[in-house]
């Protein structure tokens, strides 16, 4: 079967760039990056060629770039540090729509002794900058924000925020892993102490992630073990991950201009095709800050799981959520968050593109899906009454 992959914000495909790249050191360059040996050290140039292709994409320096196994650990670490940098702060702040790898964290430091602070999001999920300013306090450890949003792909003003939060002294951490390799990123001008990025977000592998701790910042490890990554992270280096993670990075510093434009363009015209063609559909997010390969409609009166089932046989692929809460009947932490009607949040579907699709695949869904949908809400007793 012909598979349309639009569920980029769940992973995306290994490039076959990065691919090539990875396989000689699965077999041949098996060394360890730590050997005194010249055939471990190989391995361990790779790795540093490797800090400096991610360090280019974020315009920081590669001292600055610690890899860890994945987005989650990268956050968990990051806040982890935080707090145990500031031992005597017990405020701790983030949103209402962090993914689970930051939210959960939250929600199992607020039972272990920390005061946590969820910012709320308007209905278009913009971030309430007011209520964060204002409960920003001395006792204020550390404030971690994602840089855009899994599920509606809207982006938050981290460079805003940073310039406030440096001033009051705060620690910064964001979860940039869905912003990474979509949009620029200049740490250079962005005053963010720490940020977690994920490889297979970018057409790299899974099980990859990296950090950015600012020069200065203080830190501490989350996995105490070896002296590598300069003691920062203990564990033998995933080689081949870690040089993925380099030419994905790469290959994003090239693609982040033009490439990016031209999915934004075919995320327009599946979103305003979409919008035309079927009746009570809306964009659920701001469509302005707003991550360009990314669009969550929402389907009122159907279920987004249906949508899902029917396009699968098409195989079209989507989300109906984030990949971590799909599998669930509950509407989105995210889209509730938001205020998304009950009736309109059931029936959201996320299409994520990238750089590999094409014209004729969104052609192919505008084509498909309004017989889909109006098949289900055939089906609905919801949409009967609604009519
Ligand atoms: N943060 C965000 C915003 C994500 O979208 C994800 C993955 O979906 C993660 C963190 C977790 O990343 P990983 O799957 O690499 O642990």
Request: negative net charge; glycine residues 8%; contains cysteine.
């Amino acid at each position: 079967m012909n598979v349309i992959y639009m569920d980029n914000n769940a992973t995306t495909q290994v490039a076959p760039e990065v691919l090539e790249e990875m396989l000689p050191y699965f077999s041949e360059f098996y060394g360890n990056p730590s050997s005194m040996h010249t055939f471990g050290g190989m391995v361990e140039q790779k790795i540093v060629e490797a800090r400096e292709r991610l360090a280019r994409l974020l315009s920081a320096s590669p001292e600055e770039i610690i890899f860890t196994s994945c987005g989650t650990e990268s956050d968990n670490t990051a806040i982890r540090a935080a707090i145990l940098s500031n031992p005597d702060k017990k405020h701790i702040v983030t949103s209402r729509v962090e993914h689970p790898a930051v939210k959960n964290l939250f929600e199992y430091l607020a039972k272990n002794g920390y005061r946590v602070t969820f910012v709320p999001v308007d209905r278009k999920g913009l971030l309430d900058l007011d209520y964060l300013y204002k409960n920003l306090s001395e006792d204020t450890a550390v404030v971690s924000l994602m840089w855009a949003n899994n599920e509606s792909g809207v982006i938050f003003p981290i460079e805003e925020i940073g310039t406030v939060l440096k001033e009051k002294g705060i620690v910064f951490h964001t979860d940039a892993v869905q912003a990474v390799g979509k949009i620029p990123i200049d740490l250079k001008h962005v005053n963010v102490d720490m940020l977690s990025l994920s490889g297979h977000k970018l057409h790299g592998p899974k099980g990859i992630g990296a950090l950015y701790v600012r020069k200065g910042t203080k830190f501490s490890p989350f996995l105490i073990g070896g002296h590598q990554e300069k003691g920062r992270r203990g564990g033998t280096e995933n080689a081949a991950s870690i040089i993925g993670l380099g030419k994905a990075s790469e290959l994003a510093v090239r693609n982040i201009s033009s490439e990016n434009i031209r999915v934004k363009k075919l995320r327009d015209k599946l979103e305003t095709e979409i919008l035309n063609r079927i009746p009570n559909a809306m964009i659920n997010g701001d469509r302005e800050d707003r991550l360009p390969n990314t669009t969550s409609i929402a389907f009122e009166f159907v279920e987004g799981e249906s949508i899902l089932l029917m396009m699968d046989e098409y195989g079209i692929c989507a989300s109906s959520g984030s990949a971590c809460t799909s599998g669930s009947l509950e509407p989105s932490h995210v889209l509730r968050a938001m205020g998304v009607p009950f009736t309109a949040a059931h029936g959201s579907v996320r299409f994520s593109l990238s750089i590999y699709n094409t014209e004729e695949e969104v052609d192919f869904i505008i084509e498909k899906l309004p017989p889909i949908i109006e098949r289900l809400r055939e089906l609905s007793p919801f949409w009967k009454k609604a009519l």
